[in-house]
């Protein structure tokens, strides 16, 4: 039986936020309201099936999958769930939803529950969802899995979003054999992108640029000291970076010193301290690396502070990133010795190379989604052609054994070893005839329209009227 794969989703390329909150599946209750009409144990009506379902639940305080309703078994009409398989994606930027069916009405189905998981029609859904098909929706996914549809081309947040995704679909028995293979395939795309190209290298955030600035100049930087002059969100970013480049010191200042506190309480597996704003100065003794982000309209540290910092210092190189508007740092501490001085528009030139350069890998990236893509299409075609290839295989073994009977009958007079040599040869042969249709019919799978040879084949050789006889 022919299964297709579709992939409804709305992401950050045709829907504002507004738009996702009101249709994002995060919510456990709401995606398993979602999802559990797909079980096939459901009747009816899918909707009314699940609502009768959360009512025994209630009352009963038992779970779905270990006790269904007992009112199902009154039930007379079966309602057969146009979809197999069904796995949700729901983050900030996208919710996507990847299924397997028979036809189109599995993609209507699942766009129906979906509204009416969140209290929507399907209309108001429509408008603002993209849906994919077959080979576009596996090339659709690998570009997911891939980082390469992402608001940040290249981030790895994603593809850790869709393993979890998938852990979940797979404890929730929603996936099968084809949504199975469809995600460890896609897992080993977004590895060979990751591995043969730079698409997920290089700085592309002002926080992470800032960073990796500071490894240019210091190389290993677990022996040096960071300071952190403000305690906000972009503050917050520069130290899990720092952290993960090797930085083992912080020094977080702030004019409200329970909130450096607070920050420093993130990050227990190093050597963090709060420090309040007045003794900034002085601070700057033990700082090889200082990224400033305040909301000062005014500089807060000039070059001559600088300059008597230096001198307590012997000399050891300084690294100011300043990412604050109004600036921080006044730009004459560039022109002393020692002294490294970055604003926010050189971060955002690095930035901008960096992601010139990953726009760059990307088409390379794309190349290795498209074969791949061809590949599991190829291997997806081929679950349609294997049980034609069974069934002709033993159709020729019925006819075989049956002529190979009626001659045995006429020829009483041989013996076993005979026998069997004309069962060995009848075999050899059936193997024969049937090697080049076989042949012809895995070549022609190997093309998009392969799948017509499937019809020719089993109307040549009366392979559907075999098996109603049989039934």
């Known amino acids: 039986m022919k299964k297709e794969i579709f992939i409804l989703g709305l992401n950050h390329h045709c829907a504002d936020v507004s738009i996702r909150e009101s249709f994002a599946l995060s919510d456990p209750e709401v995606k398993a309201k979602c999802l559990l009409p797909v079980k096939p144990c459901m009747k009816r009506n899918p909707q009314e099936c699940w609502e009768k379902q959360k009512e025994y ?90 980082s390469l549809d992402s608001l940040v081309l290249g981030e790895p947040q994603i593809l850790g979003q869709l393993k979890d995704a998938y852990r979940k679909a797979v404890d929730d028995k929603q996936t099968k054999i084809i949504l199975n293979r469809l995600l460890h395939k896609a897992f080993f795309v977004a590895k060979r992108v990751r591995t043969e190209t ?93 990224i400033s982000s305040t909301g000062a309209h005014e500089p807060i540290i000039n070059a001559d502070q600088v300059k008597e910092v230096l001198k307590k210092r012997k000399q050891r190189p300084m690294f100011f990133i300043d990412i604050a508007v109004p600036r921080d740092i006044d730009t004459n501490v560039n022109e002393l010795d020692n002294v490294y001085l970055y604003d926010i528009d050189d971060l955002k030139d690095v930035v901008e190379e960096n992601l010139a350069q990953r726009r760059s890998e990307a088409e390379r990236a794309k190349k290795i989604v498209e074969e791949e893509t061809h590949k599991f299409c190829t291997w997806l075609r081929s679950l349609d052609l294997q049980p034609t290839i069974v069934e002709l295989l033993n159709r020729s073994d019925e006819i075989a054994t049956e002529e190979l009977n009626k001659t045995l009958k006429k020829l009483p007079q041989l013996d076993e070893q005979s026998r069997e040599a004309l069962q060995i040869m009848l075999a050899a042969v059936v193997k024969k ?24 084949t089993r109307q040549m050789f009366k392979l559907d009227s075999q098996l109603k006889a049989k039934k």
């Open 198 to 290: 730079a698409v997920a290298s290089s700085a592309v955030s002002i926080s992470y640029a800032a960073v990796e600035l500071a490894k240019r100049i210091f190389g290993n930087m677990e022996s040096y000291t960071a300071m952190l002059i403000g305690a906000g969100e972009m503050a917050e970013l520069s130290a899990t970076h720092l952290i993960n480049a090797g930085i083992s010191n912080l020094i977080v200042v702030n004019r409200t010193l329970e909130r450096a506190e607070e920050l420093i309480k993130n990050f227990p597996q190093i050597n963090a301290k709060a420090i309040d704003f007045n003794q900034l100065i002085p601070a700057l003794q033990e700082a090889d690396i200082i």
């Open 57 to 146: 639940q209630t009352q009963s305080n038992k779970k779905h999958a270990e006790e269904p309703c007992p009112s199902f078994d009154k039930c007379q009409q079966t309602y057969t769930c146009p979809v197999q398989e069904c796995l949700i994606l729901s983050t900030c930027n996208r919710v996507e939803l990847a299924i397997v069916g028979k036809n189109e009405s599995a993609a209507d189905y699942m766009l129906e529950l979906w509204a009416k998981a969140r209290n929507k029609t399907a209309s108001e859904l429509k408008s603002h969802v993209y849906i994919h098909k077959g080979f576009d929706a596996v090339k659709h996914l690998f570009s997911v899995a891939s």
């Open 433 to 456: 005839i049937n090697h080049e249709p076989i042949t012809f019919l895995k070549q022609k799978f190997e093309e998009e329209s392969g799948t017509q040879y499937i019809d020719i």
